[in-house]
């Protein structure tokens, strides 16, 4: 596909903003704002990719629950870092 970069990131920005739980809303929405737009190509197609997983997964990895899969380990650890503190 030859889509123009500003096209691909906002169309990467509509689905980080509009999934299936509300929580990954939230996290891949903020993450999508603060990250694309700085993005190499390899890295908007990786999380293009990730963005194809099931939204459960992509909860459980970020939440811990469970093992991330190898070519996302790098992403979702930046997503994680990128989560607010919230209080205990």
């Given at each position: 596909?030859?889509e123009?970069?500003?096209?691909?990131?906002?169309r990467?920005?509509?689905?980080?903003?509009r999934r299936?739980?509300?929580?990954m809303?939230?996290?891949?929405h903020?993450?999508?704002?603060?990250n694309l737009?700085?993005m190499?190509e390899a890295?908007?197609?990786?999380y293009?990719?990730m963005?194809?997983?099931?939204d459960h997964?992509?909860?459980?990895w970020v939440?811990?629950?469970n093992?991330?899969?190898e070519?996302?380990?790098?992403?979702?650890?930046?997503i994680?870092?990128?989560?607010p503190?919230?209080p205990?």
């Open positions: 596909m030859n123009p970069r500003e096209h691909r990131i906002k990467l920005k509509m689905r980080s903003m299936g739980i509300k929580e809303d939230l996290i891949l903020r993450f999508a704002q603060d737009d700085t190499d890295g908007l197609d990786l293009d990719a963005l194809s997983e099931n997964d992509l909860y459980q939440s811990g629950q093992d991330v899969p070519a996302y380990v790098g992403l979702i650890s930046r994680i870092e990128q989560l503190d919230v205990a």
